[in-house]
DNA sequence: TTATATTATTAGGTTTGCCTAACTTTTGGA
DNA sequence: TCCAAAAGTTAGGCAAACCTAATAATATAA
């Protein structure tokens, strides 16, 4: 059973995760920053996270996402992923609402859809000879209508 | 300006007018009912929505929306109803998971994200004669995929 | 090394949104 | 008509998620 958290303390595990793939040292200000909260918002968060087994985190000291935390970690930030990917490869939505819109949405779908969304990806990838016909056609359809 | 009003606001909202529009005049039981809480928490919301002059509730008696009230509703709720569709008909969902993904986000995602999902919708309706080639092949290979 | 700037933490407070328990009003059947 | 059941309301409490102001620890630069 993998541990339930909310939307946004997601937000605050997913962001450790981020820094960390940046080759940084994840810090309180760092994390505040990416979140757009203040420090002691952070430290609560991080006690919380804590408590449920996600993270490490001692007084003035590093913080550590345990291996629980990590691997979820990593779940969530592929579903930011992947939902970022579907806005901008079949809507068409620009690189930074494609961004924002995934980042409000992506504690609140069902795998399920998820998955649908994946399968609907891959299937434009893998069927390149139709996709023209209909993507391009929607695509640039919507470039005259949505203010380009 | 439009009123600005939490998530959880606009469930309360569009509550009344999914009940008006079955024919029903709202309680605040049936409020409770649809959106999961108790009857305390309607009477709070409702309280608040009163404030935001979107409601007009009297102690024991009837529940109203005010125009604005109303606007807002009907602009909540197509976005409610645009988003299941596209869960539906494009990403293949049942009824069922789409109605319950489309509540989860609905409070979420920007216009913008809106206005692409219904241009891909008229799009499919307006190119009958493309549809066939692509979305009934992702559709019927979905059908395999996703346990059916 | 010591003073200062930066960073982190604690304490305490606010808002939102929910709850239960107790009370009030309304409604409807005997 | 009257009284019990149903519906609605109030009071008070709790958790989540944020904040500011004050304090503590650490890092840096003179």
Redesign the interface.
Known sequence: MTVKITPALEDYLESILIIQERGNVPRVKDIARMINVKAPSVIEALSHLQKKGLVVHERYGYIEMTSKGLKKAKKLYGRHLLLKKF?QD????DKK?AE??AC??EH???Q??L???L??IN?IED?PE??P???S??QS??EG??KG
């Open positions: 806005f079949v809507l068409g939505l609402l924002e819109d409000r949405i609140y779908l069902s399920e859809t998955n649908r969304m399968s609907f299937f069927h139709e996709k016909d209909w993507l056609d929607f359809l919507i209508n949505h």
